[in-house]
């Protein structure tokens, strides 16, 4: 879960409030905001993935994250 955080702030997304056991982030250029549950860990795949297709990015922008 951390790791993910770490990935949206990498990428200039902002918490911007928790409500509910779930945390919202966004940015400006965003239609929507990337929801989180903070009470899932860890985040299953498929939450991940709309997230990241809500940024606009892919798996492969995840991984390469994750190789720096």
């Given at each position: 879960m951390?790791?993910?955080r770490k990935f949206l702030e990498y990428h200039g997304m902002r918490l911007i409030r928790t409500s509910s056991?779930?945390?919202?982030w966004s940015k400006a250029n965003l239609l929507r905001p990337v929801i989180l549950q903070t009470h899932v860990d860890p985040i299953p795949i498929f939450i991940v993935k709309n997230n990241l297709r809500t940024m606009g990015l892919t798996m492969k922008d995840?991984?390469?994250?994750?190789l720096l």
């Open positions: 951390n790791e993910f056991g779930h945390e919202v995840l991984e390469d994250y994750f």
